[in-house]
């Protein structure tokens, strides 16, 4: 209210800055993701790599966050919201930013009181809830363009869409010396704008709400599956295993089958000998099947021929060890072949996904499947429906082959390598700071700009934009000129 009277009273003073406005930009775009995700909303944004330029940065921030929060307020379930911005090269340097969302639209005749204070417009609506209360948002938005010797244009498709259009000069010849300040700074957003954006994002009826619960304290050992009739043995592995390891209990395949289908463990160990099912046909039975192939399996047997040894292996066990075995060689297979795969998916957490494949303790034949299933989707990156079949045609393998290998070596689906490659892609463009981060989600093939939001977030813990600008080169001053 002290802002939009000083506005009124045309007490506003004008401080402009030479800077790059993309990183602005961006910076109050990436507010709004969430709530475009809570709302399923088409959310696009079409902004250059650099608008270098004369800014208001404190003007120009309020005008963009309350354009931007007025269109997603109003914009339906489903709909779409398009931010657009470049610089015209006209009469002097013109900033031009246009947001464009659908929905009900304003009437015509509505249109000319839209920035008076407290407009309100009922859009012939029944409830309450769907008039379109303007406040003093867009009369304050109104009085800052003008401030800047601007424009703001609006217009209006009923049932379709609404557009805003805000011309502003931002050539150093607009301004005169005292409104020119030639210190430099990093641009970087007001702290209070996300917690603004929290408090108006108001969830829509009909989405379902996430709702996180305090859960008991979980135990993160890696679970380990023993499945032995003979009693002793089975006490015996649980006695060595228990003070490491969770330890679930199975007699015969039969039983571990039905135990493995509600609790998939990190590693088996299972003899062979067993009644109603033994641990060879157990072990083709996980190894065969897409959801469980990835499991290290660990036969224990009495029989030391080599024939049962070539049987073993070939039912697709990753170690066999003859009984009678030495503890601490049971002990030390375990803990390698659970290292080994956490050693690949600690490989895969890296954004160098290639370079490193020699040093990772696999099979020749794995390696050359991990290089090339990385450079068939990198190659491919900006496609945005680049799936699984493509990669299954390419390679010449079935749907269960490809799932079955991957799962295998990344713990991962081939919809969620593709997608976790992409994002490995995208953090490389982003520290090469060249693109912005609304080029970058299209060219690592995202097609929502949201979803790219939220899933990067869970990767690196940060937003795309925030991550950028850690790899941000040192700022050079500007010339005076």
């Not at 007699?251 to 160990?269: F, M, Q, R, S």
């Not at 660990?298 to 040894?309: D, E, P, Q, S």
């Not at 990344?410 to 609304?438: H, Q």
């Amino acid at each position: 209210m002290l802002e939009f009277r000083k506005a009124e009273h045309d007490s506003l003073e004008i401080v402009v800055k030479k800077f790059d406005l993309t990183s602005l930009i961006e910076q109050i775009a990436e507010l709004f993701d969430d709530w475009a995700m809570d709302k399923n909303i088409d959310y696009h944004l079409e902004v250059p790599p650099a608008l270098p330029g004369w800014f208001d940065k404190d003007k120009i921030e309020k005008i963009i966050f309350n354009l931007m929060s007025n269109a997603f307020k109003y914009t339906p379930i489903s709909g779409r919201i398009t931010f657009k911005c470049s610089i015209e090269d006209t009469i002097g340097q013109t900033l031009n930013i246009t947001i464009t969302n659908s929905g009900k639209g304003i009437s015509k005749e509505k249109l000319d009181s839209l920035f008076d204070r407290f407009f309100l417009s009922d859009t012939n609506q029944t409830s309450d809830t769907d008039l379109f209360r303007t406040g003093i948002g867009l009369a304050y938005i109104k009085k800052l363009v003008t401030v800047l010797r601007g424009e703001i244009l609006v217009s209006s498709i009923p049932d379709a869409e609404t557009k805003f259009t805000v011309l502003l000069p931002c050539g150093k010849e607009a301004f005169s010396d005292k409104e020119i300040n030639l210190e430099t700074a990093p641009v970087i957003i007001s702290h209070h704008l996300k917690n603004l954006v929290e408090e108006i994002a108001v969830v829509p009826e009909n989405v379902p709400v996430k709702i996180s619960s305090l859960d008991a304290i979980e135990d993160y050992r890696k679970k380990i599956l023993i499945v032995e009739d003979d009693s002793e043995i089975h006490l015996f592995l649980h006695d060595l295993l228990a003070d490491k390891y969770r330890i679930i209990s199975a007699n015969n395949g039969v039983e571990a089958l039905e135990i493995i289908a509600g609790n998939l463990p990190d590693i088996i160990i299972s003899d062979v000998m067993m009644p109603l099912m033994d641990g060879v046909e157990l072990c083709k039975k996980v190894k065969t099947d897409v959801a469980t192939c990835h499991i290290p399996f660990i036969m224990l047997t009495a029989k030391n021929t080599v024939i049962h040894r070539i049987e073993g292996l070939e039912s697709g066990a990753n170690s066999y060890i003859p009984k009678p075995f030495y503890p601490d060689h049971l002990l030390i297979r375990v803990r390698k072949l659970l290292e080994e795969r956490d050693l690949i998916l600690q490989h895969f957490s890296q954004d160098t996904l290639v370079g490193n494949l020699p040093q990772l303790p696999i099979e020749n034949e794995d390696k050359a499947f991990i290089k090339t299933v990385i450079e068939l989707i990198r190659e491919n990156i900006d496609n945005e429906n680049l799936q699984s079949a493509f990669i299954e045609k390419e390679l010449g393998i079935s749907t269960s082959q490809l799932y079955r290998k991957t799962k295998e070596i990344f713990s991962l689906s081939p919809g969620d390598l593709i997608r976790t490659i992409r994002l490995k892609y995208s953090a490389e463009l982003l520290r090469k700071n060249v693109l912005t981060v609304s080029e970058i989600c299209y060219k690592s093939g995202f097609n929502n700009r949201s979803y790219f939001y939220r899933e990067f977030k869970k990767v690196y813990n940060t937003t795309p934009k925030n991550y950028q600008l850690q790899y941000k080169p040192k700022i050079v001053p500007f010339s005076n000129n």
